[in-house]
């Protein structure tokens, strides 16, 4: 059988899954490639309307399937082509070639977290507001307002038997300060209209030392976070 063959029969057998199969994405983008020049746009395209739509399997939905007693000789035939097909793509060099562009290590200009392009996301750059101590004010006798340097967000804490070490009450409703995909793009950031632009406290620039940025990730899970050792408005 053909690699083209082996792949259309890859793709006729989708059996319905709720989990697409993150693996074979990449093989599929490949496929497109492997027509006639006559042919290309349109399998193309065919190929790319199928892949948005189908659910594929994923390694342990085809190991359940293989592992099933009351899976037939045919249906063992048709999990033989498409490993086949699979592990002829992966070997393609432009599938290498682009396993490793996708795989290889990013620095985000906004959060100064390492990325890859597999592991970005429409939510995979969290940016969590800063906020100063010196800010406090009294609400009446028992809370106290704090504001964020980097977009005057406020949060109220509670003051247990008038201490200044209770719970902070709205933490939920303030959220993060942004939330959107890493880039590298510095200038990207600079013009982000959504809270995501450089601004001095908790979305700076990269501080390079020996090639490196240096700059520590601020932990969105730490709620919330002062100016604690943080230079204020160092850009």
Same mark, same amino acid.
């Given at each position: 059988?053909?690699?083209?063959?082996?792949?259309?029969?890859?793709?006729?057998?989708?059996?319905?899954?709720?989990?697409?199969a993150q =693996?074979f994405?990449?093989?599929l983008?490949?496929t497109?490639t492997m027509?006639?020049?006559?042919?290309?746009?349109?399998l193309?395209?065919?190929?790319?309307?199928?892949?948005?739509?189908?659910?594929l399997?994923?390694?342990?939905?085809?190991?359940s399937?293989?592992?099933?007693?009351?899976?037939?000789?045919?249906d063992?035939?048709?999990?033989?082509?498409?490993l086949?097909?699979?592990?002829?793509?992966?070997?393609?060099?432009?599938?290498?070639a682009?396993?490793?562009?996708?795989?290889?290590? =990013?620095?985000?200009?906004?959060?100064h977290a390492?990325?890859?392009d597999?592991t970005?996301g429409?939510?995979?750059?969290v940016v969590?507001?800063?906020?100063?101590?010196?800010?406090?004010?009294?609400?009446?006798?028992?809370?106290?307002?704090f504001?964020?340097?980097?977009?005057?967000?406020?949060?109220?804490?509670e003051?247990t038997?008038?201490r200044r070490?209770?719970?902070?009450?709205?933490?939920?409703?303030?959220?993060?300060?942004?939330?959107?995909?890493?880039?590298?793009?510095v200038?990207?950031?600079?013009?982000?209209?959504e809270?995501g632009?450089?601004?001095?406290?908790?979305?700076?620039?990269c501080k390079?030392?020996?090639?490196?940025?240096?700059?520590?990730?601020?932990?969105?899970?730490?709620?919330?976070?002062?100016y604690?050792?943080?230079?204020l408005?160092?850009?």
């Amino acid at each position: 059988m053909s690699l083209y063959k082996a792949a259309s029969s890859f793709l006729l057998w989708i059996p319905q899954q709720t989990n697409p199969a993150q =693996k074979f994405w990449p093989i599929l983008a490949v496929t497109l490639t492997m027509s006639k020049p006559t042919t290309t746009k349109i399998l193309r395209n065919s190929l790319y309307k199928t892949t948005t739509t189908a659910s594929l399997p994923t390694r342990d939905d085809l190991l359940s399937f293989l592992l099933d007693p009351s899976t037939s000789q045919l249906d063992l035939h048709t999990v033989h082509t498409l490993l086949s097909a699979a592990a002829a793509v992966s070997a393609l060099p432009k599938y290498q070639a682009l396993q490793h562009e996708h795989n290889t290590p =990013k620095h985000c200009a906004r959060c100064h977290a390492t990325f890859t392009d597999n592991t970005n996301g429409s939510t995979a750059c969290v940016v969590p507001h800063v906020f100063d101590d010196a800010s406090a004010s009294a609400i009446g006798a028992d809370h106290r307002r704090f504001e964020a340097a980097c977009c005057r967000a406020e949060i109220i804490q509670e003051m247990t038997h008038g201490r200044r070490s209770g719970p902070f009450t709205n933490m939920l409703e303030v959220g993060v300060h942004f939330e959107g995909s890493h880039t590298e793009d510095v200038q990207e950031v600079s013009r982000d209209m959504e809270g995501g632009s450089f601004n001095g406290s908790n979305i700076r620039w990269c501080k390079v030392e020996d090639g490196e940025c240096v700059r520590d990730v601020l932990d969105v899970d730490e709620n919330p976070i002062f100016y604690d050792g943080i230079e204020l408005y160092s850009l």
